[in-house]
């Protein structure tokens, strides 16, 4: 893996892409995003995850956020760590997955080829780092994930999604609270 998308500097902001393995739409189900929902806001409570902005796609989560432990690589292996578990559990013990046989298939797939991890894998390795060294990408990369549910035509304006910090920004009723910038 090259180096151009690492975290480097453990003190500052990152834009971050947690993608699923095999891109399954895993977050069309209510129950998996709110295990994303409630593992950013323990981290944020417990962790010292300082959360700038978010949105919750349907098979990738994208955030700025920052570490203020300086640990932001460590924040980010247990957030996807916890995750994962959570979400794998679910999907396997709940017994309303209509999906269970396919997604199990895809989770082992991935695995196959992935020494680091179990008999299953949620999520890529990679996460697309790049700092927030400047007003202006933060900016750029917050206006980005907030018209990413827009662009899919989920919703006319960023606000109007609920599992975005959009709403944050837009003074809204929010499941979840951020650090605004």
Same mark, same amino acid.
């Given at each position: 893996?090259?180096?151009?998308?690492?975290?480097?500097?453990?003190?500052?902001?990152?834009? @971050?892409?947690?993608?699923?393995?095999?891109?399954?739409?895993?977050?069309?189900?209510?129950?998996?995003r709110d295990?994303?929902?409630?593992?950013?806001?323990?981290?944020?409570?417990?962790?010292?995850?300082?959360?700038?902005?978010?949105?919750?796609? +349907?098979?990738h989560v994208?955030?700025?956020?920052?570490?203020?432990?300086?640990?932001?690589?460590?924040?980010?292996?247990?957030?996807?760590?916890?995750?994962?578990?959570?979400? @794998?559990?679910?999907?396997?013990?709940?017994? +309303?997955?209509?999906?269970?046989?396919?997604?199990?298939?895809?989770?082992?797939?991935?695995?196959?080829?992935?020494?680091?991890?179990?008999?299953?894998?949620?999520?890529?390795?990679?996460?697309?780092?790049?700092?927030?060294?400047?007003?202006?990408?933060?900016?750029?990369?917050?206006?980005?994930?907030?018209?990413? !549910?827009?662009?899919a035509g989920?919703?006319?304006? !960023?606000?109007?999604?609920?599992?975005?910090?959009?709403?944050?920004?837009?003074? @809204?009723?929010?499941?979840?609270?951020?650090?605004?910038?």
């Amino acid at each position: 893996m090259g180096t151009s998308y690492q975290i480097k500097n453990q003190e500052v902001p990152y834009y @971050l892409t947690f993608q699923v393995v095999g891109w399954a739409d895993i977050f069309s189900r209510k129950s998996y995003r709110d295990i994303v929902i409630d593992s950013l806001r323990y981290c944020r409570d417990v962790k010292g995850m300082e959360l700038y902005a978010y949105v919750i796609m +349907t098979n990738h989560v994208h955030i700025v956020m920052r570490s203020k432990h300086n640990d932001l690589s460590g924040l980010v292996r247990d957030f996807k760590k916890y995750t994962s578990k959570k979400i @794998l559990n679910l999907v396997n013990y709940s017994g +309303t997955e209509s999906r269970k046989e396919w997604l199990e298939i895809v989770f082992e797939y991935h695995a196959k080829y992935n020494k680091r991890v179990g008999n299953k894998q949620l999520w890529t390795h990679e996460n697309h780092a790049v700092e927030m060294d400047n007003n202006e990408i933060m900016e750029s990369r917050v206006n980005y994930i907030h018209n990413n !549910p827009v662009r899919a035509g989920w919703v006319v304006n !960023p606000e109007d999604y609920l599992y975005s910090s959009a709403r944050n920004y837009a003074n @809204l009723e929010s499941l979840l609270e951020i650090d605004l910038i």
